[in-house]
Antibody
Framework: QVQLVESGGGVVQPGRSLRLSCAAS????????MHWVRQAPGKGLDWVAL????????YYADSVKGRFTISRDNSKNTLYLQMNSLRAEDTAVYFC?????????????WGQGALVTVSS | EIVLTQSPGTLSLSPGERATLSCRAS???????LGWYQKKPGQAPRLLIY???SRATGIPDRFSGSGSGTDFTLTISRLEPEDFAVYYC??????????FGQGTKLEIK
């Protein structure tokens, strides 16, 4: 069965960096685009970034552009989110999600999330 | 950016009742690219509906989606206790960013 497991969350000071990982299993990871989505405490879902199946294209929300970098290692079935220059407003649970191109690009499987807290 | 506005913000119903949730887009969204998700605290979001009206794998048939253009609806025909959660609509088409509505909280009356 499809599994996505995030790791790397924690508490970090403003201005510092953190890298999240998302380990995928149960499907051919290299055939699917992947997203990061976040949910701030008490707020709704907020799309962060998308990477194409082969890493050839990447897209970002304006709020993270220039600070966050999405990447993947298809040999390790792992998705990454490098977060630099973190701000208090980046505090959220970060989810990775699979882009299902067979279902018009819907986000069909999600991980349980990793909590990132930006605080001094 | 396409803004999705969901109504009502909170819906109070009893098990067995019918729930109707609305999602209105600030500009036309292709039906292929409109989805609905269920979110419970501490859990991963769950895809319910994609393409405005197609149920995702394993989703019970009491969940149905409809609509086109700028107005979409999620209907839960007979509420089960496990259906009480927050529901989000989302557009995931060619118009980035891929926006979500602000959510409708479905609570037990």
């Amino acid at each position: 069965q499809v599994q996505l497991v995030e790791s790397g969350g924690g508490v970090v000071q403003p201005g510092r960096s953190l890298r999240l990982s998302c380990a995928a299993s149960g499907f051919t990871f290299s055939s699917y685009g992947m997203h990061w989505v976040r949910q701030a405490p008490g707020k709704g879902l907020d799309w962060v970034a998308l990477i194409w199946f082969d890493g050839s294209d990447k897209y970002y929300a304006d709020s993270v552009k220039g600070r966050f970098t999405i990447s993947r290692d298809n040999s390790k079935n792992t998705l990454y989110l490098q977060m630099n220059s973190l701000r208090a407003e980046d505090t959220a649970v970060y989810f990775c999600a699979r882009r299902n191109h067979f279902n018009w690009g819907s986000f069909d499987y999600w991980g349980q999330g990793a909590l990132v807290t930006v605080s001094s | 950016e396409i803004v999705l506005t969901q109504s009502p913000g909170t819906l109070s119903l009893s098990p067995g009742e019918r729930a109707t949730l609305s999602c209105r887009a600030s500009q036309s969204v292709s039906s292929n690219y409109l989805g609905w998700y269920q979110k419970k605290p501490g859990q991963a979001p769950r895809l319910l509906i994609y393409g405005a009206s197609s149920r995702a794998t394993g989703i019970p048939d009491r969940f149905s989606g409809s609509g086109s253009g700028t107005d979409f609806t999620l209907t839960i025909s007979r509420l089960e206790p496990e259906d009480f959660a927050v529901y989000y609509c989302q557009q995931y088409g060619s118009s980035r960013p891929y926006t979500f509505g602000q959510g409708t909280k479905l609570e037990i009356k």
